[in-house]
């Protein structure tokens, strides 16, 4: 099972999103925190949501942990050529004042390795996020279904 399919109509940080709830900390809003649902043998997953920084000061979020996985990493994908390519991001993810940046399918995600068992749609799994300056942030992202990402299933 691929982490970055999604399910149909919904779309990361929309009001569609399967998980409309936010969280704060710091100067730092989580919105629509949400993970992908994986086939009975996946030993990954993706994670998503929106970060707003309302704050003036940049900040970082520079880890995360599951008590659903054995690890979890922050990612990036790069355009090479035709090929999409997942890569972790060693030093975190900037989220400069007044910005909002979306994790989502395609593009920054949370990848959790070494599931301790398949993510079931409808569930929910914690996650706590490590940032720079606003601390650390206990949140629920609910399982959604499987699906194409747009046009493109992946």
């Known amino acids: 099972m691929n982490p970055f399919r999604r399910a149909r109509g919904i779309l990361a940080g929309s009001s569609d999103a399967p998980a409309s709830r936010s969280y704060t900390v710091g100067e730092i809003e989580i919105s629509s925190p ?8 996946a030993s990954v997953a993706g994670g998503y949501f929106t970060f707003t920084n309302k704050g003036a000061t940049p900040d970082r979020l520079v880890g995360a942990t599951s008590p659903a996985a054995e690890r ?12 999409l390519k997942m890569r972790p991001r060693e030093g975190g ?3 400069p004042p007044a910005t909002t940046l979306p994790l989502k399918p395609r593009g920054y ?8 068992k398949p993510l079931q749609q409808g569930e929910s799994i914690a996650v706590t ?26």
């Not at 949400?34 to 043998?41: E, F, G, I, L, M």
């Not at 979890?72 to 090929?83: C, N, Q, S, T, Y």
């Not at 995600?109 to 301790?116: A, C, E, I, N």
């Open 34 to 41: 949400w993970a992908r649902a994986s086939s009975v043998d």
């Open 72 to 83: 979890v990493e922050i990612h990036a994908i790069k355009v090479v050529g035709p090929d």
């Open 93 to 95: 993810l900037a989220i």
């Open 109 to 116: 995600h949370l990848l959790l390795t070494g599931l301790r």
């Open 129 to 154: 996020l490590t940032f720079e300056v606003a601390g650390t942030l206990d949140l629920e992202c609910v399982v959604a279904e499987p699906g194409p990402v747009g046009a493109e299933t992946l």
